[in-house]
């Protein structure tokens, strides 16, 4: 899989750059953001997936939430990739910001017409580590992963859903239920089709009540001030309350006066960068 340098600036003593490559899992083109700091001149470092938001690209995080700093202080590279495949011309992916285009959900689509290209679960979990791993002096041993919104959810789903492979989770105002609210239900019933029992398999609230994994632990910030707490998009209560019961230990923190903005993620982001590295750097 062949990586074609689209930028390169000095950040933080590394270097951030953004690369493109051909999608097998995709089926197009697709940018991803790489932060590569100091220590990775040297030696293998662990990896923190990053993954955004609706509407969000791979530029995003890498431009608002001031993350190299931590990165480049403990070791550990970052990547962040697009939340969507982009000019597959698909029928109606433009149409709305919270379906098709920069709305993938981290989901592996089984409905027409999304089947084909809205994979974005198996290019997360598989293809975007494989070639990472093989381009990057990347420990493929040492995974995290972490998210914002949308990418929250995909970030507690893909380390609910593969026991042991992320050393680390968190997230940032997650969505922690999506079968119980209007986003994931727009979302789901157009990538997954009409059988609910179907959409279980990607909502980290269910995925929690049966998870039987090595122990995860789980790091939560959430505005206390964010509009779609207060509108149930989010719904970190059910999320806690099934962490509870199957005692997965989950550090929740609402945090007073914040929103749901990138402002947000740049005041924290420092504590989920430490989080991960106790448990990468052990």
Request: negative net charge.
């Amino acid at each position: 899989m062949t990586l074609v340098q689209v930028s390169s600036n000095k950040c933080s003593g590394g270097y951030q750059k953004v690369f493109e490559h051909d999608s097998t899992e995709l089926k197009c083109k697709m940018k991803v953001a790489v932060y590569l700091p100091p220590k990775a001149e040297n030696e293998k470092c662990p990896v923190f997936y990053w993954l955004s938001g609706l509407t969000c690209t791979e530029q995003n995080f890498i431009t608002k939430a001031g993350s190299q700093q931590a990165a480049s202080e403990h070791g550990i590279i970052i990547v962040a990739p697009d939340t969507s495949p982009r000019g597959c011309n698909i029928e109606g992916e433009d149409e709305s910001w919270d379906f098709g285009t920069g709305a993938g959900f981290y989901v592996n689509a089984t409905q027409e017409p999304w089947k084909t290209n809205y994979c974005m679960y198996t290019y997360v979990t598989e293809e975007l580590p494989r070639l990472i791993n093989t381009n990057f002096p990347a420990d493929p041993e040492k995974m995290s992963i972490s998210g914002h919104s949308m990418g929250g959810h995909g970030a507690l789903i893909c380390a609910l859903k593969n026991p042991g492979k992320y050393k680390a989770v968190s997230a940032f105002a997650p969505i922690c239920n999506p079968i119980q609210c209007a986003w994931g239900q727009k979302a789901f019933s157009g990538y997954l089709g009409e059988d609910k029992k179907t959409w279980e398999a990607y909502d980290a609230t269910v995925l929690a009540a049966s998870y039987s994994g090595p122990q995860l632990d789980i790091l939560i910030d959430q505005g206390r001030d964010d509009q779609f707490l207060s509108a149930s998009q989010l719904l970190p209560d059910n999320l806690i309350a099934a962490c509870s019961e199957k005692k997965i230990p989950v550090v929740f923190r609402l945090q007073p006066g914040y929103d749901h903005s990138y402002f947000f993620i740049y005041s924290f982001i420092t504590d989920h960068i430490k989080h991960h590295a106790k448990f990468l750097n052990a």
